[in-house]
């Protein structure tokens, strides 16, 4: 169960960073960055917070709506970056995440933040201090409220790209290549939303 023991250890605001979406075939790389300005409510949260991947979609949802709630009340604050599927081609999915992140970043007007990273790789990003934690969504609270929230966004995101394209699922498999969705990029080709340096497509395409 995440708790608050590692933003504890720091005497500054601490944003949690977790990223959604390195592997599907196709949509952008969400990041979401969560900075609690209290850490006195941990027992609401054995309900609703927990590695995103593991949640179901009700409970997610139900998450997602609890820390929407936290953050009307000011005891939250969160923000989203977003690097899309030409930045992901471009820079490959490693760049384009920290791209995303760096983006969540600059959202907050919170200069002598810590950031703590789910993962096992850096930002170097301006003047942060920052540390990787991998397995981050099962130890911080911070990095566990920014997984689901970016999650949920990117689900509502896919679900709406697929209903100008409906021959690949996207609105079930989130991007993801399921049978069905690689399947049916052989039989009608690849999209504008699809990853081009991603396998199968770069294949279809070069060849």
Known sequence: MPDFSIEAEFNAP???????GRGPLAGPVISCGCH??????????KEF?????????KKRLLSFKFLHNLKKEGIIDFHLGIANVNEIDNLNILGATKLSMKRVV???NLKNAYLIIDGNFS??????KEQSIIKGDNKSLSIAAASIIA?????????????KFQDFGWEKNSGYGTK????NIHRFGPT??????FEPIKSLIHS
């Open 14 to 20: 601490v944003i949690g960073l977790d990223e959604v």
């Open 36 to 45: 609690f300005k209290n850490y006195t409510i941990l027992n609401e949260f």
């Open 49 to 57: 917070i927990g590695d995103s991947k593991k949640l179901s979609e």
């Open 106 to 108: 600059d959202k907050f």
């Open 123 to 128: 930002l170097n990003y301006k003047s942060y």
């Open 151 to 163: 999650k949920v966004h990117r689900d509502r995101l896919m679900k709406k790209l697929s209903i």
């Open 180 to 183: 069905k969705h690689i399947e």
């Open 192 to 197: 504008i939303h699809h990853r081009k340096t």
